[in-house]
């Protein structure tokens, strides 16, 4: 494998958030069926979740089914439960190692019951962890992330406040995502991690997910360490907080 280009003072982002977007048109693209585009798919988030890890990367959250996917083809559909099904616990086995926690977020009761039940299981084998964190965004929407945790506080009679509410969503006591990843071509944010993603640096690739590699996430962070994260102060106020 060749050496990554990040060099030591490179500013990491803690958390990494993945639209893994362009899967079945790249293998439209090869006369494959989707399926199969989504099969790389699945493995390219595999050896790009491992690689994040070795970069310095503390957590990272994958889109891999909206709930607005729930409207696509059945076959379409079954072909991705399958990969969970033949697939999933070996992969999260295989990177929830040293301490990673693995969440599965999403109205994931949608789902059906075979592949709810791996799921749980997978989870289960991490919940003791406390390191590192993988977030898989299965039959997720934002908004309604955002509904349901509002209305675990109306239950509990509570006044949310801006904490109280991030703590209420799936990513709760996880650091918001530092550098959103976009990849399929398209530009928008798609109903992804609206809440936490308030000041996200978002960078947007050509690139189909599957052909999405290792060097161009890196490409990715380089892109993020040059940026000026000012989170509304001046750059003189920023100057003079460094120089403390």
């Given amino acids: 494998m060749a050496r990554n280009k990040i060099k030591a003072g490179t500013n990491i982002p803690k958390h990494i958030s993945i639209i893994m977007d362009g899967n079945g048109r790249w293998a439209k693209k090869r006369l494959m069926p989707r399926s199969f585009g989504h099969q790389m798919g699945m493995e390219r988030m595999v050896g790009l979740i491992e690689h994040a890890f070795s970069l310095g990367v ?12 729930l409207k696509r083809p059945q076959d379409e559909l079954e072909g991705l439960y399958n990969l969970i099904r033949k697939h999933f616990a070996t992969y999260m086995e295989r990177l929830c190692k040293n301490g990673i926690r693995l969440r599965v977020i999403g109205e994931t009761s949608l789902l059906p019951d075979d592949v709810q039940e791996i799921l ?10 406390t390191g590192r964190g993988i977030n898989v965004a299965l039959c997720y929407g934002s908004r309604a992330e955002m509904v349901r945790a509002v209305n675990i506080a109306v239950e509990k009679g509570e006044r949310v406040t801006e904490e109280s509410l991030s703590n209420l ?5 996880q650091p918001d995502p530092d550098l959103m990843i976009r990849t399929g071509k398209e530009v928008r944010l798609s109903n992804f991690l609206l809440y936490q993603s308030a000041y996200a640096e978002l960078y947007f ?9 290792d060097k161009d996430l890196e ?4 892109w993020f360490s040059q940026r000026t994260r ?3 102060k001046t750059d003189e106020q920023l100057t003079k907080e460094q120089k403390i």
């Fill in 205 to 213: 690739s050509d690139k189909m997910f599957p052909e999405f590699s």
């Fill in 120 to 129: 749980r299981a997978s989870e289960e084998k991490t919940a003791e962890n």
């Fill in 169 to 173: 969503l799936y990513t709760g006591g």
């Fill in 230 to 232: 000012r989170f509304g």
């Fill in 219 to 222: 490409k990715a962070i380089l």
């Fill in 58 to 69: 503390q957590y990272v959250t994958v889109y891999a089914l909206s709930t607005e996917n």
